[in-house]
């Protein structure tokens, strides 16, 4: 099992940055390809950001490529969204999600998630 924990979303302002921390605990953690998702009411958990376990291999969504930053710190056991230049429709409940493979993902096929943390990006 590996259990994982967002934090650091919050209510921030059109133009605002905010970093998301997701702590992983349980397993090896650089066993685990990593990813962040979120998801708005009534919508599917649409992909982010994905990275390897050695944070040389990253891919991002085309809606966050280049304001959106994911990177990882192995020694931490932790994963990281740096989010710059927020937009109203950034706003959602953001998850990070293991998947053990060598492979990131943009798709939903991970093997733990985290409960979420809500970022709301106001006009």
């Known amino acids: 099992q590996v259990q994982l924990v967002e934090s650091g979303g919050g209510l921030v302002q059109t133009g605002d940055s905010l970093r998301l921390s997701c702590a992983a605990s349980?397993?090896?953690?650089?066993?685990?390809?990593m990813g962040w998702f979120r998801q708005t009411p009534g919508q599917e958990r649409e992909f982010v950001a994905a990275i390897d376990w050695s944070g040389n291999r990253i891919v991002k969504s085309d809606s966050v490529k280049d304001r959106f930053t994911i990177s990882r710190d192995n020694a931490k056991n932790t994963l990281y969204l740096q989010m710059n230049s927020l937009k109203p429709e950034d706003t959602g409940v953001y998850y990070c999600?293991?998947?053990?493979?060598?492979?990131?993902?943009?798709?939903?096929?991970?093997?733990?998630w985290g409960q979420g943390t809500q970022v709301t990006v106001s006009s």
């Open positions: 349980g397993r090896t953690f650089t066993d685990y390809a």
């Open positions: 999600a293991a998947r053990r493979s060598m492979v990131v993902a943009t798709t939903t096929r991970y093997d733990y």
